[in-house]
């Protein structure tokens, strides 16, 4: 990955802040970016990488500001796209660590900080230092005291271990894991599953002192099938993404995941399983339209999982045509609620136990006039979480913790199953 330059422009399309690593590209170049960025938004053609001559401009959007790097294509060099967009994300990431809400305001009250952060993040175009934590170790928010309180770079942005101050003391040594999981769904109005997958991460909160080597163990299909373990059940993780602190050619060699963690909270991997997901809360509905006078929904939930789990704030969510009005809810438990710049009803149940079934019928009224424009059909959308519960069965089987001083500590697991893009099509 090389990079010419980082800009962060507002909507309408003024630069807040920009970094020029090389000087190879005339700055001048970002004025032509948002028009060509709003002629491909009329055409319905938009495009993460967006040509002007020999200048590609790759660039996300965030809440109100528009993220983008200039990048140069030469004849013998190109430029790695998907290591472009991770830096991105990572920029956004990191400023929102600093600012907590990446905003305008946010930009120009802390533009020293941010300047700092670009010369660091980013160095001639390469990516530097991306860590946040030890960032906040040597870029802090009062600019004034930077040249008091800290002379020289803190060594960790040298050692092996970037990620990880030496040093850290904790009274009580503790992991806290996260396996958390989300079921994405697509049911056809025939009430045929379309597509489904799972995509989870491990998450951890980790309050250790030293520098300990953790290990982790999980029911890994390959893992199980290397030792000649077949017994229990096991789980075929595709896409596996792991945090830079994880030993990559420990874990393909023996599938051992084997790291030096980050102080506090991170993500140590993500997956996706690619199964069959039999829909944990099911919804039938029927919605009836009379011409120039009313509509009546009536939607049924039944929870397709076990009898001792319970689904957390579940929302569904029903679409109604845009010229509905004086709406009329029953429900058997929980609220519905008319959602009128949505053009929704949400049907909110607190408390949803496994094997359960509830109603919630609406009536709203047309008008007399027909809208002529023509609408579309969309689904039907589900939220919800379901804690000490997996899908694919994907289970922790031990967390080894090792450090010189010899110390105990405890690892805790949590399991959580939720919502992703879970959708149920209509027939109206």
């Given at each position: 990955m090389s990079a010419s330059a980082v800009f962060v422009l507002d909507l309408k399309g003024k630069v807040l802040i920009c970094r020029n690593y090389k000087g190879d590209v005339d700055m001048s170049e970002i004025d032509h970016f948002l028009p060509l960025l709003m002629?491909?938004?009329?055409?319905?053609?938009?495009?993460?990488?967006?040509s002007h001559g020999s200048v590609h401009f790759m660039w996300i959007k965030h809440s109100n500001l528009y993220c983008y790097l200039t990048v140069v294509a030469t004849t013998n060099k190109n430029s790695n796209a998907s290591l472009?967009?991770?830096?991105?994300?990572?920029?956004v990431e990191v400023f929102t660590e600093y600012f907590k809400e990446l905003e305008e305001e946010s930009i120009q009250d802390n533009f020293v900080v941010v300047y700092e952060l670009l010369d660091e993040l980013m160095d001639f175009g390469f990516p530097q230092t991306t860590d946040s934590k030890i960032l906040q170790e040597y870029i802090t928010q009062e600019g004034n005291k930077l040249e008091v309180a800290k002379t020289k770079v803190p060594t960790t942005v040298t050692n092996a271990v970037s990620w990880r101050s030496e040093g850290i003391k904790y009274k009580k040594n503790e992991v806290f894991i996260d396996v958390i999981e989300s079921i994405n769904v697509l049911v056809n109005a025939n009430g045929s599953v379309m597509s489904s997958d799972i995509v989870?991460?491990?998450?951890?909160?980790?309050?250790?002192?030293?520098?300990?080597?953790?290990?982790?163990?999980?029911n890994d299909r390959v893992l199980f099938a290397l030792t000649g373990r077949d017994k229990?059940?096991?789980?075929?993780?595709?896409?596996?993404?792991?945090?830079?602190?994880?030993?990559?050619?420990?874990?393909?060699?023996?599938?051992?995941?084997?790291f030096i963690p980050p102080d506090g909270e991170s993500e140590l991997m993500s997956y996706r399983i690619n199964t069959h997901v039999k829909p944990l809360i099911w919804i039938e509905s029927v919605i009836e339209k009379f011409s120039h006078s009313r509509v009546e929904i009536m939607v049924k939930a039944k929870g397709q999982f076990k009898k001792q789990s319970v689904a957390n704030n579940v929302e569904v969510r029903v679409p109604v045509p845009s010229d509905a009005d004086s709406p009329k809810f029953k429900t058997s438990t929980?609220?519905?609620?008319?959602?009128?710049?949505?053009?929704?009803?949400?049907?909110?149940?607190?408390?949803?136990?496994?094997?359960?079934?509830?109603?919630?019928?609406?009536?709203?009224g047309l008008?007399?006039?027909?809208?002529?424009?023509?609408?579309?059909?969309?689904?039907?959308?589900?939220?919800?979480?379901?804690?000490?519960?997996?899908?694919?069965?994907?289970?922790?089987?031990?967390?080894?913790?090792?450090?010189?001083?010899?110390y105990q500590a405890l690892p805790w697991v949590r399991y959580i199953t939720q919502s992703g893009d879970y959708q149920l099509r209509t027939n109206i």
């Open positions: 002629q491909q938004e009329e055409e319905g053609l938009v495009c993460p990488v967006i472009v967009y991770s830096f991105l994300y990572k920029l989870g991460s491990i998450k951890l909160k980790t309050m250790l002192s030293g520098m300990p080597e953790l290990r982790l163990g999980l229990g059940k096991t789980v075929a993780m595709e896409d596996v993404k792991f945090h830079q602190c994880v030993r990559l050619s420990r874990f393909e060699s023996d599938r051992t995941i084997s929980g609220h519905a609620k008319y959602v009128p710049e949505k053009n929704l009803v949400v049907w909110t149940i607190k408390s949803f136990p496994g094997g359960k079934e509830f109603l919630m019928r609406a009536h709203f008008p007399s006039v027909e809208n002529d424009e023509m609408e579309g059909k969309p689904p039907i959308t589900v939220k919800f979480e379901i804690p000490y519960f997996t899908v694919s069965g994907i289970q922790v089987r031990y967390m080894k913790i090792i450090e010189k001083s010899g």
